[in-house]
């Protein structure tokens, strides 16, 4: 986020219910601070909004509001049509293309004429409309894209310029160019394909099914155009296509063909409403979704309900024979009879498989419940962890102790000590119920109540640890420092060396001079450049050590992306115990710490040498005058007999992340780099303002393939293209928690 924009922006999603409110794609703001006071406290029904191109406030569903940043707002106020930004807004994989384009990028513009359904050229310009309409359009305007033709296009640009006055220096003449939105733009070497066109109703944007020799799939019309006289349709697709169906199938069409692929509900009826969970038999299996919409539709006598499916199983967007009914992502929609769906029992507080967990979960008093039982193993993890209303579930601003917790206890013993050391009587009651109803549930059964965590906290409360304990968002270093070292008693995890004083803690936030040169650092360069420019030392190598990362508060991140370091080696940050010269590998006597930041050695580690290497790399002119340290040494130590130290090392078990106000987690439970599951105690929502969220724990291979790039690839990744919640680790990290597996895990 830009520090410099205090607006926060939605796009509406449903036409709002009150005269003058927004319809359905209306793009809107409001200021930031007062989002935030807002959404701090709870999820509001209501929310007031300014509409772009209006001057006064309206009332908007909060449910019917979908964040966008300022950039994705200005790209699709570049659409003149409401309906046109809703789709695209739900197509995504063109906006978020759009978001990363730049001034001489190749492109395709499609679908611009019926004569020219590609068009091949260079972005020249990206900028506002023009200036009328950037007055009218305030806070922002819309941003449209310049494009000088290439090739064979050349001279088929427009002859006026389009809406898009741009300020452009590139000299162009006027039939060189169009200007266009970003929903026209496809990067040049997209998979497209053009095919006869069988019905009229087709337009840009159209989801529609084909078929080949391979099978079928669906796809989006970006153009039409015509060859030899007959009708073309340019369709984004994977693959090539040969034939299109005459027409996509409508939700009621599909149920009418295939009146056995919805079973009728049986059992006693429950009322369901708008924003019910549900299930139904499908003919291939069952099925799960939210009811979006209920009513009669034309040519039908039963009550009907718009499902919102939770995979792409469905048919359309929300639209049915032309009538939009509500808004969600392509084929995510189905229509169906009221009476085929039932509550969802997953989630349902009488199904079998909840009420098992639930018994699991609050149960108290057995022998085994004495003492932690093992943390979840990485053969464990599918079945334990893996899906919805797994983890620890969210409540009240409560995200910053789900995910602090869920990060410690889940796959990790290293703080077990919590759990069962002696403890004083009046806050042995904390323990327990860390223990007892939050701890072992979580490795039992991998769920954890929200009563359960609101219990901790209000006996934080009644412990006199901050009077707002069950209602504000807390930071995970306040909540971890109470329970270690006020509740717990534990010894300091992390004791410090500097100037000769030794300085105990249980976290480290890392800070940085001014003249540092990390562009795209990772951990262990954060933490060596910090001790280095604050001339700090570790008194003991640390057992669990809890870093957090440079921020100015929890908006503001210093590093666009920070890379993991799996493994952390604290070796040459020891104040004391044998090192290796960094050169020969001998045993080291002397430090050098303004040869710290020097071009000729690596980015990485202290710079430590033998008395024979210091003299030579000290003999260069430009290091004489270097001030050298002696290194403290057991007495009487020889390298004797020792091909090579041992090194004191870290490894990464979990990573704290913040986006804007609210926590997750990502935990490391294996060896290799693909074992990473994400946390979010708030995933989802049932109910509404009186309902609960559903907290979700998903695999997250794809951490691993980022970590397997190579340092400048990785550079290059635009975090809104990272596959899956990968850029919330690489661009978010708050806190980086690691261990010690070579000590005790009790301390």
Same mark, same amino acid.
């Given at each position: 986020m830009d520090p410099k924009d205090d607006n926060k922006f939605f796009i509406i999603m449903e036409k709002q219910p009150y005269p003058r409110r927004g319809c359905a794609g209306s793009l809107c703001y409001l200021p930031r601070s007062k989002y935030e006071a807002i959404s701090r406290n709870k999820e509001p029904k209501y929310m007031d909004v300014t509409c772009i191109g209006n001057y006064t406030e309206d009332r908007a569903l909060f449910r019917d509001l979908r964040p966008l940043t300022r950039h994705e707002a200005e790209l699709l106020l570049g659409l003149d049509d409401p309906a046109d930004r809703l789709k695209w807004f739900l197509e995504e994989t063109s906006l978020k293309f759009a978001a990363g384009l730049t001034v001489d990028t190749p492109v395709t513009v499609c679908g611009y004429s019926w004569d020219l359904p590609d068009q091949l050229g260079i972005i020249r310009y990206i900028g506002p409309l023009n200036e009328r309409l950037r007055e009218r359009y305030k806070p922002i305007s819309g941003t449209g894209f310049e494009i000088e033709l290439q090739g064979k296009d050349k001279e088929k640009g427009q002859r006026d310029g389009g809406r898009f006055k741009s300020n452009s220096s590139f000299h162009m003449e006027n039939n060189e160019r169009l200007s266009v939105p970003f929903s026209r733009i496809r990067p040049p070497s997209a998979p497209q394909a053009s095919y006869q066109a069988h019905s009229s109703h087709i337009t840009p944007g159209t989801m529609v099914s084909y078929v080949n020799d391979e099978g079928s799939g669906n796809g989006i019309v970006v153009g039409l155009g015509k060859n030899l006289g007959e009708p073309l349709v340019c369709i984004d697709i994977s693959r090539v296509v040969k034939n299109l169906l005459p027409r996509p199938p409508e939700p009621m069409e599909l149920l009418d063909a295939s009146p056995a692929s919805v079973e009728p509900q049986t059992g006693p009826a429950t009322p369901l409403v708008v924003d019910s969970l549900v299930e139904l038999d499908l003919s291939e299996s069952r099925g799960y979704g939210v009811i979006r919409w209920i009513g009669h539709m034309p040519g039908r006598d039963d009550v009907m309900c718009g499902l919102e499916l939770e995979d792409y +199983?469905?048919?359309?967007?929300?639209?049915? @024979?032309?009538? +939009?009914?509500? *808004?969600?992502?392509? %084929? @995510? #929609?189905?229509?169906? @009879?009221? #009476?085929?769906?039932?509550?969802?029992?997953?989630? *349902?507080?009488?199904?079998?498989? %909840?009420?098992?967990?639930?018994? #699991? #979960?609050?149960?108290?008093?057995?022998?085994?419940?004495?003492?932690?039982i093992d943390p979840i193993g990485t053969e464990q993890v599918d079945q334990i962890l893996i899906g919805r209303m797994k983890g620890i579930q969210g409540h009240c601003n409560s995200c910053y102790m789900d995910s602090a917790l869920f990060s410690l206890f889940s796959c990790s013993s290293v703080l077990d000590s919590l759990l069962f050391k002696k403890m004083k009587p009046e806050n042995s009651v904390i323990q327990n119920t860390l223990l007892r109803t939050i701890v072992n549930p979580l490795r039992r059964v991998g769920f954890v109540d929200r009563k359960h965590i609101m219990k901790l906290r209000e006996q934080l409360l009644d412990h006199g640890y901050c009077h707002t304990f069950t209602t504000d968002e807390k930071d995970p270093e306040e909540f971890l420092t109470i329970i270690m070292q006020h509740i717990m008693a534990l010894d300091p995890l992390l004791k410090i060396s500097a100037g000769g004083n030794v300085q105990e803690s249980y976290c480290y936030q890392i800070f940085l001079d001014q003249n540092h040169s990390l562009v795209l650092p990772t951990v262990q360069q954060l933490l060596e450049h910090s001790f280095h420019s604050a001339r700090l030392k570790l008194a003991e190598s640390p057992s669990c050590l809890i870093l957090q990362m440079p921020r100015f508060g929890k908006k503001f991140k210093m590093f666009d992306k920070i890379i993991p370091s799996l493994v952390l080696d604290v070796t040459d940050l020891l104040s004391e115990g044998p090192q290796e010269c960094m050169l020969c590998g001998n045993l080291a006597h002397i430090e050098c710490t303004a040869c710290f930041k020097d071009a000729v050695f690596s980015q990485t580690g202290f710079k430590i040498f033998c008395k024979t290497c210091s003299a030579q790399v000290h003999s260069h002119p430009n290091r004489q005058g270097h001030p050298l340290s002696q290194l403290e040494l057991p007495k009487d130590f020889t390298m004797a007999g020792a091909s090579k130290l041992a090194r004191d090392k870290l490894e990464l078990f979990a990573v704290l992340c913040i986006e804007t106000s609210h926590y997750v987690s990502f935990i490391k439970h294996g060896p290799t780099s693909k074992d990473w599951i994400f946390f979010d105690s708030m995933s989802d929502r049932e109910g509404g303002l009186d309902g609960h969220n559903i907290p979700q724990v998903q695999a997250c291979p794809e951490v691993g393939d980022y970590l397997d790039m190579p340092l400048a690839e990785l550079a290059n990744q635009v975090p809104r293209d990272m596959k899956g919640v990968a850029k919330r680790l690489f661009c978010d990290a708050y806190m980086y928690l690691y261990q010690n597996t070579a000590q005790s895990l009790y301390r």
């Open positions: +199983r469905g048919v359309s967007d929300g639209m049915c @024979k032309g009538v +939009r009914y509500f *808004s969600c992502a392509p %084929n @995510k #929609a189905l229509f169906v @009879k009221l #009476a085929t769906c039932r509550p969802d029992s997953r989630f *349902s507080e009488h199904s079998s498989a %909840n009420q098992d967990v639930a018994e #699991a #979960a609050d149960h108290e008093g057995s022998c085994e419940d004495l003492y932690p």
